[in-house]
């Protein structure tokens, strides 16, 4: 279709028209959207009128879980899709649904029986390096994409996964942004592909650059959380807190629960500026107490609490920060382990892995021998307690530091390279410590 062609087409109707759908049709919505964003409401309003018919064919099952996927709303397609025709595609979507929801081993299971049911033999093998990649398993990954050949390899998809697996390699950034860059020659509205050059390149402090590549990756479908939320974030540092809040709505359409999100919304409504917001305070307070609660607190088995404890897991934000991957590689944590821990979390509005790529790092101990007694007990005190500015605390949140004596772990350099965090930030920071007799390490 040409960009007339799907400026006019009806997506309501064409969801809805009784016929066959297969990868094709999922590509024209995708291509409608991503021309018109407009037709976003048409998918939605269709996929609510297949919920009401109260009896679908297997098919319909199919058609209704894969637009469920396209929305964003990947537990309902998952519900969906298992009680679909089985199809070769039905499965696809599965395990795409499966990777969303953190669920790369089963992802990889449902591509396989894709795979063996008929579904394009190279795009399940590339969903499949995609989900060892996300479970940490980098070199599987390149290995299972060294050995595709053929057109497959000039498609933007194969090229946009590589330079993404490549990026984590490290030493070989060259060949990740050459990478990216082809696939977006290939298909200029790749989403993945624009999100991964907009991140290096924001990275490298080509912010202009950034900041065009972000606009191009928000306007393609589906979209990334990521690119949303980076580009909100610019927006707001450029003061345009109407256009940061639109991003931030468009992830709240698919994700209305989603914690920081809210949060982020809460402060670009905030009058315009930077001032502080005392609901985004507490909602961020709330999570953090969330965060650092003892897994001790909670009513688990001994295996479970055993396993937990050899890992080194004592908070649910470390779990938070951990892949079900990483726990079921543990000696003896099994699936009714990792059950138990899922419907834990979910009691919480959390899931596991949900902040994995916030992973602390291993930051040395505080040397209290020269702090008074008074001094010590600031250590175990909130962050905020200090009563620091909205773009402090966000960085605070993204660095998952909850206490003072987190913090004081941290050296100026570190929280420099924290998105959005600059030298007024930190000199805020190091004024606030300074009040209390505190500072950073290294200072």
Request: glycine share 6%; net charge negative; charged share 25%.
């Amino acid at each position: 279709m040409n960009e007339i062609e799907l400026d006019m087409v009806d997506l309501k109707e064409m969801v809805l028209a009784n016929n066959s759908f297969g990868p094709s049709d999922v590509a024209s919505i995708r291509a409608a959207i991503t021309e018109n964003y407009g037709h976003f409401g048409e998918l939605r309003d269709a996929v609510n009128e297949m919920e009401e018919q109260e009896a679908r064919s297997p098919a319909a099952q199919t058609k209704l879980g894969v637009c469920l996927f396209l929305l964003g709303k990947f537990r309902n397609s998952l519900n969906t899709l298992q009680k679909a025709d089985g199809s070769a595609m039905a499965l696809f979507y599965t395990g795409r649904a499966h990777f969303e929801l953190g669920h790369f081993e089963e992802a990889i299971e449902a591509y396989e029986q894709s795979q063996k049911s008929g579904y394009n033999d190279d795009d399940c093998k590339i969903r499949i390096a995609e989900s060892h990649r996300y479970a940490g398993r980098t070199d599987k990954a390149l290995e299972i994409l060294d050995n595709i050949f053929g057109p497959s390899e000039q498609t933007s998809e194969y090229m946009y996964q590589r330079a993404a697996t490549v990026a984590l390699v490290g030493g070989r950034l060259e060949e990740a942004l050459a990478l990216y860059q082809r696939a977006v020659n290939t298909d200029e509205n790749h989403a993945g592909a624009l999100f991964g050059l907009a991140l290096e390149n924001e990275r490298l402090g080509n912010d202009e650059e950034a900041l065009r590549l972000y606009e191009r990756a928000v306007k393609a479908f589906p979209t990334g959380i990521g690119a949303l939320i980076n580009l909100g974030l610019i927006y707001e540092d450029n003061n345009q807190f109407d256009k940061a809040q639109a991003c931030y709505r468009r992830i709240l359409e698919s994700y209305p629960d989603h914690p920081q999100t809210n949060l982020y919304l809460k402060d670009a409504a905030a009058t315009g500026n930077l001032l502080y917001d005392e609901e985004a305070q507490r909602r961020n307070d709330r999570l953090a107490q969330t965060l650092n609660m003892p897994v001790a607190n909670f009513e688990l088995s001994v295996r479970s609490r055993n396993c937990l404890q050899k890992m080194g897991i004592d908070t649910i934000g470390d779990l938070t920060r951990t892949s079900e991957a990483e726990l079921l590689s543990s000696k003896n944590f099994g699936e009714t382990s990792l059950y138990e821990i899922r419907e834990m979390l979910t009691s919480k509005g959390l899931s596991l892995g949900q902040f994995a790529h916030e992973k602390k790092s291993s930051d040395p101990p505080i040397d209290t021998s020269h702090m008074s007694a008074d001094e010590q007990a600031f250590l175990e005190r909130p962050i905020s307690d200090l009563n620091l500015s909205v773009r402090a605390r966000k960085c605070m949140a993204r660095l998952q530091l909850n206490t003072i004596g987190e913090l004081l772990r941290k050296t100026g350099d570190e929280m420099l390279e924290c998105k959005n965090f600059g030298v007024t930030s930190l000199n805020e920071v190091r004024e606030k410590l300074t009040d209390l007799g505190l500072k950073l390490r290294g200072d």
